[in-house]
């Protein structure tokens, strides 16, 4: 059973920067592909940003794009997303995410039914 842990949440500034990280236990670690995603109070969960299974490629949702960069580590089974220039609309529990499946996937990575294996989130909350 694959477990996953966020953590590096906190309240910052605009303009501020924070690092999460998904630490992830219980299967091998790099043969996942992994998501973030983030829900704010009374909206739907959003896709952020993911990497697949073999670290090739990224993908980021239009409005992180320049400010949050996904990076992993396979020997400390963590996957980072380094979060600069927050804004206020960032505000959010921040979520990872693996699909059911290692390797290749099949799906887009962007959606939320493409994950299997959650973590209880952090939240990041930027004020003004």
Known sequence: QLQLRESGGGQVQTGGSLRLSCVKSGQTFSAHATGWFRQAPGKEREFVAAVTWNGRHTY?????KGRFTLSRDDDRLTVYLQMNNLKPEDTAVYY????????????????????????????????S
């Open 96 to 127: 990872c995410a693996t699909p059911r499946s290692t390797g290749p996937f099949s799906g887009t990575l962007l959606s939320l039914n493409d994950y299997h294996y959650w973590g209880q989130g952090t939240p990041v909350t930027v004020s």
């Open 60 to 64: 980021y949702a239009d409005f992180v």
